[in-house]
């Protein structure tokens, strides 16, 4: 086996690994599926009856805005589960196997991303309950999906990093929390982002998850003309601005992630 092929069948075992102990785990699971479940739920039906959205239903404004946050919030246990299993010494039993050093976190995010698979599936099942629709092809609502999981995998690499920087579950929690709620409140998930004072607007149009739903919306083609552009770049080119956040992440966050799993396998 080369050492190109090695991490990927050694990283697909870790996957599989990991699936089935998310499966058994119906805590993680169930936090990254039922979460957003609540969420959809709650400003669909409470703050969807006082909000309005010039030119279209505010469930269908909503629902690309709750399948980022979710994917937000399940790549977030790629990190716990990084975290975990430093605490636990399964690294350690790891090293002394004949296998990859990268495959551990190729697993560990290849797993997630199934996960957020799954959990797209049930969030957008739930989207069409509640009035949620597609008006594009079924080639650009592929395309939406399909941006949701590179998203998802790329965002895993950053959780992955800023756990093995932190090593401790409590700690990436922690940090977790302060990073996730800004990043999807501060953004036009939820809301009309060009409705907030100017300083939180100007964040909103380039934050990345307002980049990422921008796209999704464009996809889906939950967009109206009755509402009011921006002239930010992200917000004027949704999908290669978020190709771009993908690249980005990737290229920065997957050397730091193995560099930083080597040093805490080493140390």
């Given at each position: 086996?080369?050492?190109?092929t090695m991490p990927v069948a050694d990283g697909w075992t870790?996957?599989?690994?990991?699936?089935?102990?998310?499966?058994?785990?119906?805590?993680?699971?169930?936090?990254?599926?039922?979460?957003?479940?609540?969420?959809?739920?709650?400003?669909?039906y409470v703050f969807g009856s006082v909000i309005e959205v010039?030119?279209?239903?505010?469930?269908?404004?909503?629902?690309?805005?709750?399948?980022?946050?979710?994917?937000?919030?399940?790549?977030?246990?790629?990190?716990?589960?990084?975290?975990?299993?430093?605490?636990?010494?399964?690294?350690?039993?790891?090293?002394?196997?004949?296998?990859?050093?990268?495959?551990?976190?190729?697993?560990?995010?290849?797993?997630?991303?199934?996960?957020?698979?799954?959990?797209?599936?049930?969030?957008?099942?739930?989207?069409?309950?509640?009035?949620?629709?597609?008006?594009?092809?079924?080639?650009?609502?592929?395309?939406?999906?399909?941006?949701?999981?590179?998203?998802?995998?790329?965002?895993?690499?950053?959780?992955?990093?800023?756990?093995?920087?932190?090593?401790?579950?409590?700690?990436?929690?922690?940090?977790?929390?302060?990073?996730?709620?800004?990043?999807?409140?501060?953004?036009?998930?939820?809301?009309?982002?060009?409705?907030?004072?100017?300083?939180?607007?100007?964040?909103?149009?380039?934050?990345?998850?307002?980049?990422?739903?921008?796209?999704?919306?464009?996809?889906?083609?939950?967009?109206?003309?009755?509402?009011?552009?921006?002239?930010?770049?992200?917000?004027?080119?949704?999908?290669?601005?978020?190709?771009?956040?993908?690249?980005?992440?990737?290229?920065?966050?997957?050397?730091?992630?193995?560099?930083?799993?080597?040093?805490?396998?080493?140390?």
């Open positions: 086996m080369n050492a190109l870790i996957a599989r690994r990991n699936a089935l102990k998310i499966r058994r785990s119906p805590d993680l699971l169930g936090s990254a599926i039922m979460f957003p479940i609540v969420f959809v739920l709650m400003f669909a010039p030119g279209m239903s505010y469930r269908e404004f909503l629902l690309p805005g709750i399948f980022v946050q979710a994917v937000v919030m399940g790549a977030q246990i790629t990190g716990y589960t990084l975290t975990l299993d430093l605490q636990k010494g399964i690294f350690d039993r790891f090293r002394s196997l004949p296998m990859a050093p990268s495959a551990v976190l190729i697993g560990q995010t290849v797993a997630d991303v199934l996960m957020n698979l799954a959990s797209l599936v049930v969030m957008a099942v739930m989207g069409l309950i509640v009035g949620w629709r597609v008006h594009t092809s079924p080639q650009e609502a592929v395309l939406g999906f399909g941006l949701l999981l590179l998203f998802a995998y790329a965002f895993s690499w950053f959780t992955a990093t800023v756990a093995l920087g932190l090593r401790t579950p409590e700690s990436f929690n922690n940090v977790a929390t302060m990073v996730s709620f800004p990043l999807m409140f501060v953004s036009n998930a939820y809301l009309d982002s060009s409705k907030l004072p100017t300083p939180l607007r100007v964040v909103a149009e380039w934050n990345p998850a307002s980049t990422f739903t921008q796209a999704v919306r464009e996809l889906f083609g939950n967009t109206s003309d009755a509402m009011t552009t921006s002239d930010a770049w992200p917000m004027r080119h949704a999908v290669p601005a978020s190709l771009l956040w993908i690249a980005v992440m990737l290229i920065v966050f997957v050397p730091l992630a193995t560099r930083l799993y080597k040093k805490a396998v080493s140390g």
